[in-house]
């Protein structure tokens, strides 16, 4: 009787042993599972964020040879002629354009890539440039008068552009503030007035709000220097904008006979003058030629994209081109 007690026993203390073990076997695997899981997971996340980093530096790099080849063109538009217009090789926009056998997408080769790049070139002298509103500080009335005008012929209240013109002012003003010595005078510290040099800047001005810089967008720019507009590429209510006495429909005459052979320079210009009452517009006012281009280029692969504009300077008689500032919209 006792020998059978120690065999039950030794049966049920062997059962819940191997139960334990079992148990125990169970609970390994479940962690191994989670942590060969969680390497996994950790491991498909680093190959996503350095396939977004390869994506980008691929976009980075296309923008770049985009930008180069916008230069080219400007540089040899500059070479060839001294006048700029609406026709001209610059101003001819890219469309879509299929990139996939330039990039190196890391698939197999039967695995094809999505890729496109399009842009286009303004000439950003064809636009009001705001940086007219003010000179070493002062305010200029003239052209506080033609953003008075343009801010009108848009539904626009035109006390705005006073607003627009002292804030101009003010940052050209901290700008004077620095010392021979490259340091920043007390009266700059102080100051903390950004320059404006993009027109989103305008919602930093009382007034202005998002729906009103977006009417604005195409008609108005900041440049690192003051400007004439171009007359051969400006739109008719910049140009009766700029110039005082000038309607919106002579204006529109003006366009309308550039339409027909572009103006080759001032005198072409003033020959074809529409409104006798008002005297034919200075070099400080008008020009045939253009300094600064505004380039805009879209590159976009599979599903991510980058879109960029670039304010580009080129040199009035050598040609020579540089990038001022890049923008990734």
Known sequence: ?????LAHFKFIRSAQQRGVAIVTALLLTALAITIVTSLF?????????????????????????ALDWARLILREDARLNQVDYIGEPWSVPLEDTRLDQYLDNGRDSTDATDATL?????????????????????????????FERLLSAQGMDSGLASGAAQAVASSQSQAAQFNPD????????????????QVDDLLSVAG??????????????????QTAINVNTASAQVISARIAGISLSDAQQLVTSRDRAYFKDLADFGARWVNSKVP?????????????????????????SLDVDALVERAPVSGNT??????EN
């Open 208 to 225: 202005f709000t998002p729906a009103a810089v977006a009417k604005l967008k195409d008609l108005v720019v900041f440049l690192p220097v």
């Open 41 to 65: 997971g950790q491991q498909n996340v680093q190959v996503r964020s350095i396939e977004n980093q390869r994506l980008q530096l691929q976009k980075q790099w296309v923008i770049r040879g």
């Open 322 to 327: 540089r990038i001022v500032w890049v923008r």
């Open 118 to 146: 399009s842009g286009y070139v303004i000439d950003a002298q064809s636009r009001l440039n705001l940086t007219n509103l003010a000179s070493n500080g002062v305010v200029e009335p003239k052209m506080l008068a033609a």
């Open 1 to 5: 009787m006792h020998s059978v007690r």
């Open 182 to 197: 490259g340091s920043v005078g007390a009266a700059g510290v102080s100051a903390k007035v950004l320059a404006l040099t």
């Open 280 to 304: 034919v517009p200075s070099v400080a006012e008008v020009n045939t030629q253009t300094n600064y281009f505004i380039v805009h280029g879209k590159v976009r692969i599979d599903r991510s």
